[in-house]
């Protein structure tokens, strides 16, 4: 049996309110989850589910206010600077903007070689690395010279993957990685992704609104709504025939070529509107 990766139990997180006395607003309420090595665990949701949230606890980039998230074994729920900087060989991010991203001023070659130099590798070592990551993600080998400007938004989100594949990490969170791009460019990324984490062996978090992108890519599901974690399963399962109101209405949503169809899932995305799905805390 594969081992676990990452490890996501009970976890709450909270806002802060504006006004004095304001009581903190909780956003998650107790989720768990769990990622074996190699696996990717889709989480979807709407805006505002929360599903956003649980990626940017597990990189330390919000503060959980109960529970624990355990990473190769290790806690990491309140990892200090120090243990985070040492994590991020292992635990890496896929922002949704490809446009903004990527620092403007550097050449994609000091974008790729600059988590390789902190990680102490030596020069001729590095620029070896990022040209073996150009050739992994499909860009031509004088990319390396070239300014973010210069590519289109496919690319440039290309380039993000490489700079999260540069120290060979054993997880990356995709948040959103191709809500930012076209249908088409979408599935390139989405393929590229895939092919990666076959060659690779790498985990990955990913996080979407789209029920049908995390099909594509997902071993495994997990939907999100208002703070619970409301059904989880194999992808083909949860995507296909779900159990949930909430994830039907998700599915409904997905746009099909035959507008018959379409009207027939526009009349029960209806229907489900009228009787919104229990709010079920853990």
Do not use: W
């Not at 990666?196 to 495994?220: E, K, N, P």
Request: glycine share 8%.
């Amino acid at each position: 049996m594969t081992a676990s990766l990452l490890e996501v139990d009970e976890l709450r997180v909270a806002y802060p309110r504006r006004g004095f006395r304001a009581r903190p607003v909780e956003v998650l309420h107790g989720v768990s989850l769990t990622i074996a090595e190699g696996e990717t665990l889709g989480v979807v949701g709407e805006s505002g589910s929360g599903k956003t949230t649980i990626g940017r606890a597990v990189l330390g980039l919000t503060t959980p206010s109960g529970g624990t998230i355990r990473f190769g074994g290790q806690d990491i729920t309140h990892a200090p600077a120090k243990q985070r900087r040492a994590l991020a060989r292992d635990l890496q991010v896929v922002f949704q903007d490809p446009y903004t991203s990527l620092n403007p001023s550097l050449t994609i070659g000091d974008i790729l070689s600059e988590p390789l130099v902190v990680q102490g590798i030596n020069g001729k070592d590095a620029h070896a690395r990022v040209q073996a990551l150009l050739d992994q993600v499909g860009l031509p080998g004088d990319a390396a010279q070239r300014l973010p400007r210069e590519f289109s938004g496919g690319q440039r989100q290309r380039v993000a993957i490489a700079r999260a594949l540069a120290p060979r990490p054993k997880l990356i969170v995709c948040d959103e990685p191709v809500s930012a791009l076209d249908l088409s460019t979408q599935a390139l990324v989405l393929d590229l992704l895939v092919d990666i984490q076959r060659r690779t062996g790498v985990a990955y978090l990913f996080v979407s609104h789209d029920l049908a992108v995390v099909r594509h890519v997902s071993h495994r599901v997990a939907v999100v709504y208002r703070g619970d974690i409301v059904e989880t399963g194999p992808a083909a399962t949860v995507t296909s025939e779900p159990e949930h109101a909430y994830t039907r209405k998700l599915l409904l949503a997905a746009p099909v070529p035959d507008p018959v169809e379409q009207a027939k899932r526009r009349a029960e995305r209806h229907r489900l509107r009228e009787t919104p799905p229990a709010h079920v805390h853990a």
